[in-house]
């Protein structure tokens, strides 16, 4: 059974910085793409980063985070991490990792909340 927990949310002021980990375990995840995602208060879930799996290309990242968040994997832990600095009140949401299989399954974690204080 695939599971993902992420840690590593919290209360932050703008401009200061979060790293979020996602332990993922259940399968071999080498060849699947991984990502996080967050869900801002009333809005849908958008995605924020992606790094696909091993020997692919370059992460992807939103518009809104480029620059300020970085994305990698770790994966003799199984682990996906999100480094966000330079935090702005607009990325306060409830952060998921997700696990893409390359067949297009996906598993998603249970989020851990972000708080950006002004």
């Known amino acids: 059974q695939v599971q993902l927990v992420e840690s590593g949310g919290g209360l932050v002021q703008a401009g200061g910085s979060l790293r979020l980990s996602c332990v993922a375990s259940g399968r071999t995840f080498t060849d699947d793409s991984m990502g996080w995602s967050r869900q801002a208060p009333g809005k849908e879930r958008v995605i924020v980063a992606r790094l696909r799996g091993t020997g692919a290309s370059a992460p992807w990242y939103a518009d809104s985070v480029k620059g300020r968040f970085t994305i990698s994997r770790d994966n003799v832990k199984n682990t996906v991490y999100l480094q966000m600095n330079s935090l702005k009140p607009d990325d306060t949401g409830v952060y998921y990792c997700?696990?893409?299989?390359?067949?297009?399954?996906?598993?998603w974690g249970q989020g851990t909340q972000v708080t950006v204080s002004s």
């Open positions: 997700d696990v893409t299989t390359p067949w297009g399954a996906s598993y």
